[in-house]
């Protein structure tokens, strides 16, 4: 017995693409040998698989596979009609022809499988682009957040940069450091200052020259946890030769068209 049951598995593996009609000639002429055998378990096996196609059949949409593939599907289940064995239940048998729902439970398994692929290719490109784009901002922040440190290190360093002591005006706070470079722009920095109360920042402001003239808003910026103050202005409002003095106020989140506290550091424009 040991024999046969290896011959039945090797069999029954070649089963469900007997079903589907997908088997060459030569294995499809062997799996007939074999049933016609009386193999009962086979003949089981088949009828299951065949079911299970006819079933697909009736879930079957729109569905036009090559006519290459049709023609060979066409010619492999009408072969198989005319040797059709009485093993299919008659239930299937008479709701749809034998070739019909062979051709079209494999048209459905051919949609099915196009489908299947189609949406995996889609999934790995879909995904493929997401990394790229975060890949992208990630150096582009990168880049961006590179070229601010490497801008304010150098009006930082350049002899030509004005600076000017921001002294707290009535408060006992550290004093801030401003250094403004004509062409790069206007670095503010402090150690060691107090949080302003709620979600309240700290706005700089440039005092014109110009007698009567308002003060121009600039930059807002919270200190971050260890009171570090630390304010890159790349485009300030004005010029240098046209600002009297630079002031910080608190105002609410997101700055203020125009003070509405008393600044709390001034500091005088010296020029050159
Ligand atoms: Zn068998």
Request: glycine share 6%; hydrophobic share 45%; aromatic share 6%.
């Amino acid at each position: 017995m040991s024999n046969s049951d290896q011959n039945r598995d090797a069999f029954r593996e070649l089963i469900e693409a007997y079903a589907l009609g997908s088997l060459g000639p030569e294995e499809r002429a062997s799996v007939e040998a074999h049933l016609a055998t009386g193999c009962a378990e086979c003949a089981k096996a088949l009828a299951e698989a065949r079911w299970v196609v006819s079933q697909l059949a009736y879930l079957a949409p729109e569905a036009s596979p090559s006519d290459m593939l049709r023609g060979r599907l066409l010619k492999t289940v009408r072969a198989e009609a005319a040797a059709a064995k009485p093993e299919i239940s008659r239930a299937v048998r008479s709701a749809i022809p034998l070739w019909m729902w062979g051709a079209v439970a494999a048209a459905v398994l051919f949609a099915f499988y196009n489908a299947y692929e189609a949406r995996l290719v889609q999934e790995r490109i879909r995904e493929t682009q997401q990394a790229l784009r975060i890949q992208l901002q990630l150096q582009e922040e990168t880049a961006r957040q590179l070229a601010l440190a490497r801008r304010e290190a150098l009006i930082l360093m350049d002899p030509k940069s004005v600076r000017i002591s921001m002294p707290a005006e009535s408060r006992n706070l550290p004093v801030l450091q401003a250094t403004w470079h004509q062409a790069l722009g206007l670095v503010v920095t402090g150690q060691k200052l107090p949080l302003p109360g709620g979600s309240r920042t700290l706005q700089l402001w440039l005092i014109p020259k110009a007698p009567g003239a308002k003060p121009m808003p600039s930059l807002t910026l919270r200190p971050d946890a260890e009171g570090k103050f630390d304010l890159l202005v790349i485009n300030p409002p004005d010029s240098q030769t046209e600002t009297k003095a630079l002031a910080i106020t608190e105002e609410p989140e997101g700055g203020s068209p125009q003070p509405t506290t008393t600044p709390i550091w001034v500091g005088a424009v010296a020029g050159k």
